[in-house]
């Protein structure tokens, strides 16, 4: 029989990484000192149960309706199986290699009973994105008056501040909370993180958000890689894997010497138990990888 009223449970979601979620459940579940039970939602055909402890196998849809129905599953399969006074939610691309990150907002949340939710706004710094296409002395001079004005709280030339990041966040499992995000839809020409802002500030407010400032922005420079969080959820398995096709003055580029997962793992070498942790750090192929998935 499961055990009931756990103080917290992580939610994973996966639509088609699977090997990077195969991964994560290793890292958490055979490299955490203090491992999280893993409740998993996953809409790939090809998945099979690996080492979570719940698992529901869904439907695919498009991308942020099935983002918002693995969402719903596994909160709702959360609860149904360990009422837990917190819940984590990773995508299972979405790797955070040192527990203490977690526990630690935990505490914050502890000692703030007025906290409901945290995580970071899904923003984008705008001179950073102006900076890349054309890195001129202007642009220079307005990212450093941006970096001071910033350091006041001001949004000055961000965008997307209207928004609650879905890819990492905690939430205490309040009635009110869990309705915020049972209820969550997708808003047609926004993105869900948008909705989420919306669904949240309807009821709630900045008192009971318990922002992640480390990852704000997130866009561009900590979409894929927050060190500070030690997260990590690069799409590409590996330095040069990315095989991105964009200008190179593109924005969002990603370069072939940009690190990907596999160097990711050689960088923390207390994890390494895992069949799939082994696998990464071993094979001469990653055609296997996330095969069929994106990778940028």
Same mark, same amino acid.
């Given at each position: 029989m499961e055990i009931k009223n756990l103080k917290a449970v992580l939610c994973m979601t996966t639509y088609?990484?699977?090997?990077?979620?195969?991964?994560?459940?290793?890292?958490?579940?055979?490299?955490? $000192?203090?491992?999280?039970?893993?409740?998993?939602?996953?809409?790939?055909? =090809?998945y099979q149960p690996y080492i979570e402890d719940a698992y529901l196998q869904c439907t695919p849809k498009t991308l942020q309706s099935g983002a918002s129905d693995l969402l719903k599953q596994s909160i709702k399969l959360a609860m149904e199986t360990y009422s837990p006074e917190y819940i984590i939610h990773l995508e299972g691309d979405t790797w955070i290699m040192d527990e203490a990150i977690i526990y630690d907002l935990i505490k914050k949340m502890d000692r703030n009973k007025d %906290?409901?939710?945290?995580?970071?706004?899904?923003?984008?710094?705008? %001179?950073?994105?102006?900076? /890349?296409?054309?890195? !001129?002395?202007?642009?220079?001079? #307005?990212?450093?008056?941006?970096? %001071?004005?910033?350091?006041?709280?001001?949004?000055y030339k961000l965008a997307c501040r209207d928004s609650l990041a879905t890819q990492f966040f905690l939430i205490r499992t309040t009635p009110e909370i869990l309705d915020c995000f049972l209820n969550l839809e997708p808003i047609p020409?926004?993105?869900?993180?948008?909705?989420?802002?919306?669904?949240?500030?309807?009821?709630?407010?900045?008192a009971n958000l318990l922002r992640i400032k480390e990852r704000e922005p997130i866009h561009p420079h900590n979409r894929y890689v927050t060190e500070k969080l030690t997260l990590y959820s690069q799409h590409w398995p590996a330095r040069g894997?990315?095989?991105?096709?964009?200008?190179?003055?593109?924005?969002?580029?990603?370069?072939?010497?940009? #690190?990907? $997962?596999?160097? =990711?793992?050689?960088? /923390? =070498? !207390?994890?390494?138990?895992?069949?799939?942790?082994?696998?990464? %750090?071993?094979?001469?192929?990653f055609d296997y990888y996330n095969y069929g998935a994106s990778r940028t």
């Open positions: 088609n990484r699977v090997d990077c979620a195969k991964i994560n459940q290793e890292i958490i579940k055979l490299n955490y $000192k203090q491992p999280f039970k893993i409740v998993h939602t996953c809409s790939s055909d =090809t %906290l409901m939710l945290a995580t970071s706004a899904w923003d984008e710094d705008l %001179l950073e994105f102006k900076y /890349f296409k054309n890195p !001129s002395i202007t642009t220079s001079l #307005d990212r450093a008056y941006a970096k %001071l004005i910033r350091a006041f709280g001001q949004d020409g926004i993105d869900l993180e948008q909705a989420l802002y919306r669904q949240f500030m309807s009821q709630h407010s900045e894997t990315a095989n991105d096709d964009r200008e190179t003055t593109h924005p969002r580029y990603i370069s072939p010497n940009t #690190d990907g $997962k596999r160097e =990711t793992l050689e960088r /923390f =070498t !207390s994890i390494r138990n895992g069949k799939y942790i082994q696998k990464l %750090l071993t094979t001469n192929s």
